[in-house]
């Protein structure tokens, strides 16, 4: 039996699967993507810039504005309709300087280029500093070291320890007027002359200045005995709130102008930001300008944008990225989540990432793009030789998560793991030097045969398997065990829901099957009652894919997607391995390897107080305007500073004697457990709200 129900549902799947159309509209399309072409257009874009040596074209600056008239332009001329500039409010941040002269040891003045991050820091012409090196510019690193009026100078990690904001919003309050952190690995690992930035998430008035390894290495060279050095500096960063940016749009009119299809980029970026994401915006223009020049008629209506104030676009909010998509899709075209059939949103396309090909989708996508990777593999040799993986959810780091959580479907081309992150990401090495041709030309076969693949689709190919699937998989049982009868129902609704689940699917695989049939034989009357069908199943599935979007999809501290129940799940195993590790007198490992994975409480380690608690209340406390894509998806936080604190400073004098913050421990412990409880009973009346969702499709 269990055979015959496989057997089943893999033809299912193909019927989702199946084309509508003979191949000669898809090879016509690919014949007509012209490489150079999308080339020219992403280096076009690198001109653009606010600093004349390094680039730079951030949210809401001369150099975005100058570059989102170009591509206005752009789309009219490749043929686009109705192309338009969608405005919006951002917070601007225009860096045209930022240099740092010395004295060397022969005497002689020295210049040293830096980048700035988000924040306002500008000079009167040259002005005189003291620089004090820091380390990493901790709360330790602090300890007797008098930095008011000072330039202080640490070292960073942004991968590994923590982003700028923290040292940044440390230096003011011990009065230091900046700080210029020297990049010491993680990012810009391609040379010691690189230079690296990344968004600010911190306040306007917490000036950084990033410099290369190379140079700070010059300068700790040249220091006194108290480690300081004069320095000259002319930075010009400003920062202004509430101005205007734009999204730029246009459209390939469908036969059915209440379905849509994506494509996406950002425009913006920092230095000359060749690859990210210059190329992605030539990608989409280069698939669309095939589409128009091999005369398709496409189904439904294509629309292509390119988002501004990606990189950065709000003041003091941890969720300072992907300001541009979240303005579109929740404010200037929210009408776009109730008919758009998928979001395809490219990052980075111009460079081979890693030899497999990882295409992020949404859970509801995974099964689909799968079954169609043999068809649509594009025949480019030497690239991407271990073909296509498709990995699921989409993470916050790129604006198809702005889309996904407003109710739409995205797929996305992944980087995030890839080595380009670690060497080039966001530096001065991003120009056209890092292009390869072979993986540009593979991502536009790719992604335009997806694009095709569909638009052929009457209904949309989503199987919510495997959400559901991936829900049980996260569930630790022995805690789920202690919730009693409500973690016995859990897994019980969570078994209908998936047998539902596979119900659907073959009624979508049936649809799209007799549509096609109907196609096939040319049969008016079986076209339209299939589609007329298609229409109302697929409201349907955008209704409780939304639903499944604001009820499963939370947030880490550290940004990652995670189900309600993991959140308290995490916590609680992590106070588990604390306190068994303090009663057996292991301070040091029960801190830092596990009191530091909760909640915001990283942090907590190294920095003071004030500092810590700003940033956490940043979140809990932040207008919910300016948490953007990142409001209500916090589960909570559970403040561990003074337990931490008390910590280290019992391990630094030899205390053994930590019976107090183990009661405490306890006592927050019991608090996870109940949160863990109530999250338990939330998602069970979710999941049968779900199951309301899925009989209503019939």
């Given at each position: 039996?269990?055979?015959?129900?496989?057997?089943?549902?893999?033809?299912?799947?193909?019927?989702?699967?199946?084309?509508?159309?003979?191949?000669?509209?898809?090879?016509?399309?690919?014949?007509?993507?012209?490489?150079?072409?999308?080339?020219?257009?992403?280096?076009?874009?690198?001109?653009?810039?606010?600093?004349?040596?390094?680039?730079?074209?951030?949210?809401?600056?001369?150099?975005?504005?100058?570059?989102?008239?170009?591509?206005?332009?752009?789309?009219?001329?490749?043929?686009?309709?109705?192309?338009?500039?969608?405005?919006?409010?951002?917070?601007?941040?225009?860096?045209?300087?930022?240099?740092?002269?010395?004295?060397?040891?022969?005497?002689?003045?020295?210049?040293?280029?830096?980048?700035?991050?988000?924040?306002?820091?500008?000079?009167?012409?040259?002005?005189?500093?003291?620089?004090?090196?820091?380390?990493?510019?901790?709360?330790?690193?602090?300890?007797?070291?008098?930095?008011?009026?000072?330039?202080?100078?640490?070292?960073?990690?942004?991968?590994?320890?923590?982003?700028?904001?923290?040292?940044?919003?440390?230096?003011?309050?011990?009065?230091?007027?900046?700080?210029?952190?020297?990049?010491?690995?993680?990012?810009?690992?391609?040379?010691?002359?690189?230079?690296?930035?990344?968004?600010?998430?911190?306040?306007?008035?917490?000036?950084?200045?990033?410099?290369?390894?190379?140079?700070?290495?010059?300068?700790?060279?040249?220091?006194?005995?108290?480690?300081?050095?004069?320095?000259?500096?002319?930075?010009?960063?400003?920062?202004?709130?509430?101005?205007?940016?734009?999204?730029?749009?246009?459209?390939?009119?469908?036969?059915?102008?209440?379905?849509?299809?994506?494509?996406?980029?950002?425009?913006?970026?920092?230095?000359?930001?060749?690859?990210?994401?210059?190329?992605?915006?030539?990608l989409t223009m280069g698939i669309a300008k095939s589409i128009i020049d091999s005369g398709y008629q496409p189904e439904k209506t294509i629309i292509v944008i390119a988002h501004a104030a990606e990189e950065w676009g709000t003041v003091d909010t941890r969720y300072d990225w992907s300001v541009g998509a979240y303005n579109q899709v929740?404010?200037?075209?929210?009408?776009?989540?109730?008919?758009?059939?998928?979001?395809?949103?490219?990052?980075?396309?111009?460079?081979?990432?890693?030899?497999?090909?990882?295409?992020?989708?949404?859970?509801?996508?995974?099964?689909?793009?799968?079954?169609?990777?043999?068809?649509?593999?594009?025949?480019?040799?030497?690239?991407?030789?271990?073909?296509?993986?498709?990995?699921?959810?989409?993470?916050?780091?790129?604006?198809?998560?702005?889309?996904?959580?407003?109710?739409?479907?995205?797929?996305?081309?992944?980087?995030?793991?890839?080595?380009?992150?670690?060497?080039?990401?966001?530096?001065?090495?991003?120009?056209?030097?890092?292009?390869?041709?072979?993986?540009?030309?593979?991502?536009?076969?790719?992604?335009?045969?997806?694009?095709?693949?569909?638009?052929?689709?009457?209904?949309?190919?989503?199987?919510?398997?495997?959400?559901?699937?991936?829900?049980?998989?996260?569930?630790?049982?022995?805690?789920?065990?202690?919730?009693?009868?409500?973690?016995?129902?859990?897994?019980?609704?969570?078994?209908?829901?998936?047998?539902?689940?596979?119900?659907?699917?073959?009624?979508?695989?049936?649809?799209?099957?007799?549509?096609?049939?109907?196609?096939?034989?040319?049969?008016?009357?079986?076209?339209?009652?299939?589609?007329?069908?298609?229409?109302?199943?697929?409201?349907?599935?955008?209704?409780?894919?939304?639903?499944?979007?604001?009820?499963?999809?939370?947030?880490?501290?550290e940004d990652d997607s995670i189900f309600p129940h993991e959140h308290a799940q995490n916590n609680i195993n992590a106070l588990n391995e604390a306190v068994a590790l303090?009663?057996?007198?292991?301070?040091?490992?029960?801190?830092?390897?596990?009191?530091?994975?909760?909640?915001?409480?990283?942090?907590?380690?190294?920095?003071?107080?004030?500092?810590?608690?700003?940033?956490?209340?940043?979140?809990?406390?932040?207008?919910?305007?300016?948490?953007?894509?990142?409001?209500?998806?916090?589960?909570?936080?559970?403040?561990?500073?003074?337990?931490?604190?008390?910590?280290?400073?019992?391990?630094?004098?030899?205390?053994?004697?930590?019976?107090?913050?183990?009661?405490?421990?306890?006592?927050?412990?019991?608090?996870?457990?109940?949160?863990?409880?109530?999250?338990?009973?939330?998602?069970?009346?979710?999941?049968?709200?779900?199951?309301?969702?899925?009989?209503?499709?019939?």
């Amino acid at each position: 039996m269990k055979k015959i129900l496989i057997l089943f549902f893999t033809v299912s799947l193909m019927m989702i699967s199946a084309p509508r159309e003979s191949t000669d509209s898809r090879e016509n399309i690919i014949n007509h993507l012209d490489i150079n072409y999308s080339y020219n257009i992403a280096e076009s874009l690198t001109k653009f810039k606010t600093n004349e040596k390094l680039g730079f074209r951030t949210a809401g600056s001369s150099a975005e504005h100058a570059a989102g008239d170009m591509l206005y332009e752009e789309f009219k001329k490749l043929g686009l309709k109705n192309v338009r500039k969608d405005e919006f409010t951002v917070d601007a941040w225009e860096f045209k300087n930022a240099e740092l002269t010395y004295t060397d040891k022969k005497n002689k003045k020295q210049r040293l280029t830096l980048n700035s991050y988000a924040a306002n820091f500008a000079t009167n012409g040259t002005e005189v500093y003291d620089l004090v090196y820091l380390n990493k510019g901790t709360r330790d690193d602090y300890e007797n070291a008098d930095v008011k009026g000072k330039i202080v100078m640490v070292d960073i990690n942004q991968r590994e320890d923590w982003w700028i904001n923290y040292p940044a919003m440390q230096a003011k309050l011990k009065g230091a007027k900046a700080v210029i952190a020297v990049n010491n690995g993680g990012y810009a690992e391609i040379s010691d002359d690189a230079l690296n930035v990344q968004d600010m998430c911190g306040p306007d008035d917490t000036p950084a200045l990033g410099m290369s390894k190379a140079d700070g290495d010059k300068l700790k060279a040249l220091m006194n005995k108290n480690r300081t050095v004069k320095i000259e500096l002319n930075v010009d960063s400003q920062v202004k709130r509430d101005q205007k940016a734009y999204n730029i749009v246009g459209e390939i009119p469908g036969k059915d102008p209440d379905s849509l299809i994506i494509l996406s980029s950002h425009y913006d970026g920092y230095f000359e930001a060749f690859q990210d994401n210059a190329t992605a915006v030539a990608l989409t223009m280069g698939i669309a300008k095939s589409i128009i020049d091999s005369g398709y008629q496409p189904e439904k209506t294509i629309i292509v944008i390119a988002h501004a104030a990606e990189e950065w676009g709000t003041v003091d909010t941890r969720y300072d990225w992907s300001v541009g998509a979240y303005n579109q899709v929740f404010k200037v075209r929210p009408d776009w989540a109730a008919k758009s059939f998928a979001m395809l949103n490219f990052e980075q396309p111009g460079s081979e990432h890693v030899k497999t090909q990882e295409i992020r989708t949404v859970y509801e996508y995974k099964t689909f793009i799968e079954s169609i990777a043999d068809r649509i593999k594009p025949s480019v040799s030497g690239v991407y030789e271990g073909g296509i993986k498709v990995t699921t959810p989409p993470r916050t780091w790129a604006d198809d998560f702005s889309y996904s959580i407003a109710g739409i479907p995205t797929i996305r081309n992944d980087y995030v793991g890839a080595q380009f992150m670690k060497s080039t990401y966001h530096t001065n090495y991003d120009t056209k030097a890092t292009y390869n041709e072979k993986a540009f030309t593979y991502n536009h076969q790719l992604y335009a045969q997806i694009v095709y693949e569909l638009d052929q689709k009457a209904v949309m190919p989503m199987d919510f398997t495997t959400r559901f699937n991936e829900f049980k998989a996260t569930l630790d049982m022995d805690l789920l065990a202690k919730t009693g009868n409500e973690g016995k129902k859990l897994l019980t609704d969570i078994e209908e829901v998936i047998k539902t689940s596979e119900n659907l699917n073959r009624l979508l695989a049936d649809i799209n099957n007799k549509h096609e049939q109907a196609i096939k034989s040319n049969n008016t009357a079986e076209i339209k009652k299939y589609e007329t069908k298609a229409d109302t199943v697929n409201k349907q599935l955008l209704a409780l894919y939304k639903y499944c979007q604001d009820s499963f999809i939370k947030l880490t501290w550290e940004d990652d997607s995670i189900f309600p129940h993991e959140h308290a799940q995490n916590n609680i195993n992590a106070l588990n391995e604390a306190v068994a590790l303090l009663e057996k007198g292991d301070i040091d490992t029960a801190v830092n390897d596990h009191l530091s994975l909760i909640d915001n409480n990283w942090y907590a380690l190294s920095f003071d107080k004030e500092t810590y608690e700003y940033f956490t209340n940043q979140v809990l406390k932040q207008d919910k305007e300016r948490l953007n894509w990142g409001a209500g998806r916090i589960m909570g936080h559970e403040d561990l500073y003074d337990i931490i604190f008390s910590l280290q400073q019992k391990q630094k004098s030899g205390e053994k004697n930590v019976k107090n913050e183990i009661e405490a421990l306890k006592k927050i412990l019991a608090s996870q457990e109940a949160l863990m409880k109530n999250t338990v009973i939330t998602e069970n009346k979710q999941l049968l709200e779900v199951k309301k969702y899925l009989n209503k499709i019939k």
